[in-house]
């Protein structure tokens, strides 16, 4: 630790390139699993589906586990960059469920108050950003986002996770149905 007694985090860079697909990973503060909470989850997606249109990315694949969320996105640049559809996306939601648990008195907001006293629900800082520039890296990023729940022992088949984009690929529907953009050939050009 710096002797000035502050953690210093590396920066995050993000690479704006127009046509790169971006595979997004972000964490609630600390790593609390603050999407144990189903209605909490649901929220996220309804946030996520009320987010697309306004910053018109593409969606390709997606998951929320109860510490964070990865999302495979094509942003639409330069008209907005990545960095306003997530403070645009994780502000809005956050501020929901801040302002809900304010109002029941939860516990779990004594938890999530960072050093300066200010309550959290996203760790600070970026996350991470990686560009997507191949169909082999692309098709590796979709399995690891769909079968994240499963490694993690939450459901036995990927397809079981109702808060990821595996049943819309395997075909089931729900009803909130986010839906996904469609993969052409052409989005990776190697």
Same mark, same amino acid.
Do not use: M, T
């Given at each position: 630790m710096p002797s000035d007694g502050q953690i210093h &985090? *590396? &920066?995050?860079? !993000?690479?704006?390139?127009p046509g790169d697909l971006r595979f997004l990973t972000f964490s609630?503060?600390? !790593? =609390?699993?603050l999407f144990n909470n189903d209605a909490i989850k649901d929220l996220f997606v309804k946030e996520l589906e009320r987010t697309r249109p306004l910053f018109e990315f593409k969606l390709y694949a997606w998951v929320i586990m109860p510490e964070h969320v990865h999302l495979l996105l094509k942003p639409k640049l330069p008209e907005f960059p990545v960095k306003d559809v997530l403070a645009e996306l994780k502000g809005q939601f956050s501020g929901r469920v801040l302002r809900r648990w304010r109002k029941l008195k939860a516990p779990i907001l004594k938890r999530i108050v960072d050093s300066d006293g200010k309550q959290r629900f996203w760790l600070p800082g970026g996350g991470h950003? !990686?560009? =997507?520039y191949t169909a082999d890296e692309l098709e590796e990023k979709i399995n690891y986002v769909h079968?994240?729940?499963? *490694? &993690?022992?939450l459901v036995k088949y990927a397809t079981d996770w109702r808060w990821g984009s595996a049943r819309w690929y395997a075909g089931i529907r729900d009803d909130w149905d986010l839906k996904l953009d469609p993969l052409s050939p052409f989005e990776i050009t190697e």
């Open positions: &985090r *590396k &920066r995050l860079h !993000r690479y704006e390139v609630c503060f600390n !790593r =609390i699993p950003d !990686r560009n =997507i079968h994240n729940p499963v *490694k &993690r022992g």
